[in-house]
Structure formats: C-alpha cells, structure tokens
C-alpha cells in the first residue's frame, strides 16, 4: 500500500526537497504534500518546482488544529516528517497521527534542544561553548519541543576552528544523508 508522507518546513526547505527527492522513483512512499506556517517561506517555490501539492496554514491554525487535521485527511496523510517546522504540532493532531510524526534536530539531544533553539541558533551556541562534537538527533515528537523517543542519533567533530557555517555544513551533510533513510526504515516495517 502506498504511504503518503506530508513534510512540515517553516523556511528553506532543503530537507524538505532532499526527501522529495530521495522518494522520487520510490512506488511505496510518495510525498504527497508540503505545510508551511509562512506564506514566504522558500519551501513552498521548491515545492512548486518539485511539482508537489503545498498549503500554507498560519500560526493560528496550530492552537487548535483542526483545520490541518482537514487538510491531511484529504491528502490521506499516513506519515508528517517535521524538516525545520518551528511551531508546535496541536494535541490533535499528536492524537490522530500516534508515533507517525517524526522530526530533525540540529544538535545531539537533549544538548542544545528546547523553545527558541533552531537552526543557527544551535551552531552558534555550539561554538561558542566550544563544544568538540555535534551532530543530529531523529526523534519520535511528543508535543514538547525537541523531546519524544530518540530513533537516531549520529554525530560530527568540531574542531576548535570550524566557524557556525562549518558547522551547519556538516550537520546538514548527515541531515541529508540520514533522514530519508530513517524515514524509509520505519515506514518499510509498517504495513
Ligand atoms: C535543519 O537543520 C533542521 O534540523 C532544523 O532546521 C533546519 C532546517 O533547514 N530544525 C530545527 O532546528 C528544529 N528545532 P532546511 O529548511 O534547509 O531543511
């Protein structure tokens, strides 16, 4: 049966295109729709080249959540992949899709991980406390910011020179490599 993936991005979306990308010729897993909570958001021109179905629902459509609730049961959304999404996902939802949304952390959990630490954020904070290694964390969401059940963790060196752009870098090459894997295991073990 074929699984429909939705991907939740707030702004640039290169996860976003990556796994459209690696799901392309994929006859099982097919990416069926791209959310944004930002009309602006680069996310949704990629989606338009990728030639994939977008929506834009704004901030206040995630207190309640019903009308993204609506908006994937018409797409008949099975699995929602979080690349970047910076707003919370609605209790409703959580319910409805249970252990079937996962998301991206730019860091090794719980280091570096809450409310207002996202993208740059996190490689800065990253090297302003010198830390030697991060990495990324794949994990299960839970309705708290960046806690859930952990599924993968992998992590990268940080020298004592490497500037927060080295280090995004780098945390973006793993993000691309692991992710569409992750999300390729745990949807071939579901029937
Ligand atoms: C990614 O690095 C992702 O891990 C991070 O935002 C970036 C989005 O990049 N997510 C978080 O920080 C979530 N707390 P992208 O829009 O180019 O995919």
């Known amino acids: 049966m074929i699984k429909n993936i ?4 707030s702004g640039s979306g290169s996860n976003a295109e990556n796994i459209a990308c690696y799901f392309e010729a994929n006859e099982q897993v097919k990416v069926k729709l791209i959310i944004s909570n930002k009309e602006n958001a680069y996310v949704l021109e990629r989606a338009q080249r990728l030639g994939i179905n977008s929506v834009v629902l704004p901030k206040s459509a995630w207190s309640s959540g019903e009308d993204v609730l ?9 699995f929602i992949v979080l690349a970047g999404f910076l707003l919370r996902i609605p209790d409703l939802i959580l319910h409805t899709y249970p252990n079937k949304i996962i998301n991206i952390h730019p860091s090794l959990l ?3 991980g809450g409310k207002g630490m996202y993208g740059d954020k996190v490689h800065e904070a990253v090297v302003a406390n010198k830390e030697t290694t991060s990495g990324i964390t794949i994990h299960y969401i839970d309705g708290k910011y960046d806690e859930g059940q952990i599924i993968k963790q992998v992590s990268c060196a940080v020298l004592p020179t490497d500037t927060p752009e080295v280090v995004a870098g780098k945390v973006h090459a793993l993000e691309y490599k692991y992710y569409p894997q992750v999300i390729e295991e745990i949807l071939e073990k579901r029937d």
């Open 6 to 9: 939705a991907v939740l991005a």
């Open 70 to 78: 609506a908006i994937l049961q018409e797409n008949e959304i099975d």
């Open 110 to 112: 719980p280091k570096y």
